[in-house]
């Protein structure tokens, strides 16, 4: 899973659209674009029509009214609404010109993150991994494992690092809001309950590695 959330702008609003490119490029010494929220934290493109925006991408911003078809996954949808126009039914999260942009993309990064860890995973070719239900399900037999909040939060996490892995000191300061110093076993406590919930289902808690103190999940 990609750590960058997908945007797209969808209409003409040029003015917009060169904001969020400068956003999503960022400059790799860190100045402009650090004093908002979540920059470089999203790639971006631009398309005229909702016909010409990708169904994979995480969210979509466009114009308030314009027609959004149904679709079986839905990326996130942001309108923009000229200033004094009327909140239209069945929008969903609508902002008003002029714009806080800060605003807008702490609403997309977090809204598209949490609904990405809300997608159903597969944990290599045997089992599927339902975030919102924190449930494990062997495919084949539909016999499956349900996990607690934090040990759900911890595989996710561990899932959306990637090839670089979760960190203790990450798991300690992002999931349970510990200082990174502080001594506390409970990652230790929760990732061991959560090995042996996988070993339920077989080998597949062999999938979950811990490289030098980093946690990885390695589809072998």
């Not at 114009?63 to 609404?81: D, K, N, R, S, Y």
């Not at 070993?199 to 072998?220: C, F, M, P, T």
Request: hydrophobic share 40%.
């Amino acid at each position: 899973m990609s750590e960058k959330i997908q945007i797209t702008l969808i209409g003409k609003d040029d003015v917009l659209a060169s904001i969020l490119a400068e956003q999503a490029r960022g400059h790799a010494g860190g100045q402009a674009g650090d004093h908002v929220k979540g920059a470089r934290a999203f790639d971006f493109v631009a398309v005229a029509s909702v016909s010409d925006a990708s169904p994979q991408s995480d969210v979509w911003v466009l114009p308030q009214g314009m027609h959004v078809p149904a679709l079986e996954q839905m990326p996130l949808c942001i309108c923009i609404a000229a200033a004094g126009e009327a909140r239209q039914p069945g929008d969903g999260t609508v902002f008003t010109k002029p714009l806080r942009l800060a605003q807008v993309l702490d609403v997309a990064l977090s809204g598209a993150r949490l609904r990405r860890r809300k997608q159903p995973r597969a944990l290599g070719q045997t089992h599927m991994f339902h975030p919102f239900a924190r449930l494990i399900e062997e495919t084949a037999s539909g016999r499956g494992v349900t996990l607690t909040e934090k040990e759900a939060s911890l595989l996710c996490a561990v899932l959306d690092s990637g090839e670089k892995g979760l960190s203790r000191k990450d798991a300690m300061t992002e999931l349970w809001g510990y200082h990174p110093d502080a001594e506390s076993h409970a990652v230790d406590t929760t990732l061991y309950r959560l090995r042996q919930k996988l070993q339920e289902l077989g080998s597949i808690d062999a999938h979950l590695v811990n490289e030098g103190g980093v946690y990885k999940w390695h589809d072998r």
